[in-house]
């Protein structure tokens, strides 16, 4: 007998905790976060128990069943066009007559529903008891209690979902009534549709006749495949016409009204205040935290914080890794003959990978942060508290869940305006998400600036970050006079209480996207470093010993105390590096090199900025080669940084500009995979041209204007 498969689909508002019971359910490990909008698209898994399998969907949240944002939309579909066997209703059991609402909705499409009241932890400790026997008659849907992020109930919601499915639930089938103006208005518009059998096989008559009343958008698109769409559409308009005009105010009023009243009648009877307790630590924290004049210069503190942490705390763990492979590339060219094949392991390999995995610790507590943030319900407060600001440049309050986002990284922060309602405000917010510096970027400020700002290292990183914002917000204000003309949506969010962060979930998702990281590394990174070593080590290049004298001298012009052995290090690393020049890699670096010289460029700067075209990453990487640090024995072990800050090409200015050029120019392949898929190619198109134009600008622009004042 092969295994019985039940598709369940799990739904609810946003942030009512679908995709915590989802994990917990199948051990899968999604991204869960305190602010609504965290799952944008649907999740699917499997899990079995006794002889049946469960196959799961986690969807986005929704209020009802009238969508208007892209992930409202992918829930609502999938639950009319792909009828799951049941729909689990993930209900926040702390707000319940508003999580209802949807519920009523699914129990009218004609779907087995089990209402699962969740976060009954929270409910209680606000000393409200629901008593779900009584919840369950009133309604006529059966109902659990569970408490996902602890996995309490789920064998008993597991249980429920079996015997509805098997038919061993007494239902008392109860329907709403919403008054008899409206009934006698379904009857007519329900004797409408039943004439069309199929149609109604696909959607029950009663659940489109109320859509119809309600002037959902979407119901009259599905009405055109029946048979005598033309009339229904006709008699429904007329109606909602006519209650309208009875009414006095708009029919979908009235019946949400009825809908709200309904259900509570059914909670007055199966809920309780056992005490109302007078101390709400979320109220008492958000009187400071949301304070009008307060917020904002928070906000701004909280960010600066997150990032000198991050940059402070990693400093150290930095270094242990930079000495590791400083110490690895010292004991392969102590025991390793000089060969070629020595020198693609410790200039390629270990000289790009390895600069690259040095900064893993700070890419670790960067996700680390963003993602407590997360999941203490801090995000949906910063988008309350720069709602105001945003709209001066044309942006919504909700473009900041993108923004906080992308300086982790852009892919998942593109994904993550899906939640906004109006076309322009996420077209924008999309395209102005690239100028977050995401983590990939980071290496790029963080080894330019310890070059040289070696005093404000930390500083002159958080102002790269900044300028990424107050150039986004200026794009965005742009945008929003020329291509994208209209005034932005109003903000309407509810904000999550605190909640403690789930230590599990908070190291997960680190770890996951660190492990990401690496394996970038492992793979882009090490096979561009590989062919970085190839174009820059042929065609070998002997150098004569009259070039290494003329090093020689100009080292001792400047350091006359200078011992043999620093004469010897400086001569084999100029050396290198006058090879490298010679090498394909050079010949190809000089030839681009005019286009980049307005912006104080010399060819290695060229070569980097364009092999960094597939990923921000293979920059840092790519100079690393190009400097041959692998093989320089520095004791120090910050060889790029050192290389880079007695490179006579460079200087303090220059390394601004590159890197506010790193910062803005187009993001890697995958980001720019995630735009075409959100706007499609015209929008990408032109995103890459713009942020190609402006990172070329804006570096010319601080190079020759800094030029001037110096
Ligand atoms: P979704 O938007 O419905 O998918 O909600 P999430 O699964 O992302 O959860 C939203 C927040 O609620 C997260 O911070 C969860 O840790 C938290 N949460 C989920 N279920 C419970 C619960 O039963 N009790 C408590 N106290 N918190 C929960
Ligand atoms: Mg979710």
Avoid at 203 to 213: E, F, I, T
Avoid at 526 to 534: D, E, R, T
Wanted: aromatic share 10%; charged share 20%; net charge negative.
């Amino acid at each position: 007998m092969s295994k019985e498969r039940l598709r369940i689909a799990l739904a609810g508002n946003p942030n009512s905790g679908k995709t915590t019971l989802f994990n917990a359910l199948t051990g899968a490990h999604h991204k869960v976060g305190n602010y609504p909008g965290v799952t944008v698209e649907k999740l699917e898994g499997v899990m079995s128990r006794g002889g049946r399998q469960y196959h799961l969907i986690d969807l986005p949240g929704i209020y009802s069943l009238t969508a208007y944002s892209i992930d409202e939309v992918v829930a609502r579909d999938f639950i009319l066009d792909e009828k799951p066997d049941i729909i689990v209703d993930v209900l926040d059991s702390t707000n319940l007559e508003r999580n209802l609402y949807l519920c009523l909705q699914f129990q009218e499409l004609g779907v087995p529903v089990i209402g699962a009241l969740n976060m009954t932890d929270e409910a209680e400790a606000k000393g409200i008891k629901i008593n779900e026997k009584t919840l369950s008659a009133s309604l006529g849907i059966p109902m659990v209690k569970t408490v996902s992020t602890k996995g309490v109930g789920m064998d008993a919601l597991l249980d429920c979902i079996d015997a509805l499915h098997d038919g061993d639930l007494q239902e008392t089938a109860h329907t709403i009534t919403y008054g008899m103006e409206i009934e006698s208005k379904l009857e007519g518009l329900q004797q409408l549709i039943s004439a069309d059998a199929a149609f109604v096989k696909k959607y029950p008559g009663r659940w489109l006749a109320v859509k119809l009343l309600e002037k959902d958008a979407d119901a009259y698109a599905r009405l055109k495949e029946h048979t005598r769409a033309r009339e229904i559409e006709a008699f429904a308009k007329d109606a909602a016409l006519w209650l309208d005009k009875h009414f006095g105010k708009d029919a979908e009023i009235v019946v949400s009204e009825q809908r709200y009243g309904y259900i509570h009648g059914a909670v007055q009877e199966s809920f309780q205040i056992i005490k109302k307790p007078n101390f709400s630590f979320t109220e008492a924290i958000d009187r400071i935290i949301m304070n009008r004049f307060l917020a904002l210069p928070l906000f701004a503190l909280i960010m600066w914080a997150l990032f000198q942490l991050t940059f402070a705390i990693g400093e150290y763990p930095m270094g242990w890794l930079e000495t590791f492979f400083g110490f690895l590339s010292d004991l392969l060219l102590n025991t390793m003959p000089d060969t070629f094949f020595r020198s693609l392991l410790v200039d390629g390999i270990i000289g790009g990978v390895g600069g690259v995995l040095s900064f893993v610790p700070l890419i670790v507590l960067l996700f680390f942060f963003l993602s407590i943030l997360e999941d203490v319900g801090y995000m949906a407060r910063a988008a309350f508290a720069t709602d105001k600001l945003l709209h001066v440049f044309g942006l919504h309050g909700q473009s900041v869940f993108s923004m906080l986002l992308g300086f982790g990284c852009s892919v998942p922060a593109i994904m993550a305006s899906r939640t906004l309602k109006s076309q322009r405000d996420r077209i924008i917010t999309v395209l102005i998400t690239p100028l977050m510096s995401c983590g990939a970027k980071l290496p790029v400020h963080i080894v330019f600036a310890a070059a040289f700002f070696p005093e404000n290292a930390a500083n002159m990183v958080i102002l790269t970050y900044a300028c990424g914002v107050v150039l986004s917000l200026i794009a965005a204000l742009v945008l929003r006079n020329t291509a994208l003309r209209g005034d932005p949506t109003p903000f309407v969010m509810e904000l999550p209480p605190y909640r403690a962060p789930t230590i599990q979930g908070v190291l997960w998702h680190v770890w996951e996207k660190t492990w990401r990281y690496i394996k970038k590394a492992g793979t882009v990174i090490l096979s561009v470093s590989i062919v970085v070593w190839i174009i820059t080590s042929f065609p070998a290049y002997e150098v004569s010993p009259e070039e290494e004298g003329a090093f020689a001298a100009t080292y001792l012009e400047s350091n006359p105390d200078a011992d043999e052995e620093a004469v010897a290090a400086y001569v084999e690393v100029s050396s290198g590096q006058l090879a490298v020049e010679h090498s394909f890699a050079g010949l190809m670096g000089h030839f681009v090199a005019p286009i980049f010289k307005p912006m104080g460029f010399d060819w290695k700067l060229a070569t980097a900025s364009i092999i960094g075209i597939a990923a921000k990453e293979v920059v840092v990487s790519t100079l690393g080669i190009l400097y041959r640090v692998g093989s320089e024995e520095d004791e120090e072990s910050e060889a790029l940084r050192s290389a880079l800050a007695t490179d006579s090409h460079m200087n303090p200015l220059i390394a601004f500009a590159f890197m506010l050029f790193t910062l803005v120019v187009p993001p890697c392949f995958a980001a720019l995979a995630t735009i075409k898929a959100e706007l499609g190619w015209k929008w990408l198109g032109f995103e890459y041209v713009f942020l190609l134009a402006l990172g070329g600008i804006l570096a010319t622009l601080v190079y020759q204007v800094g030029m001037l004042v110096a």
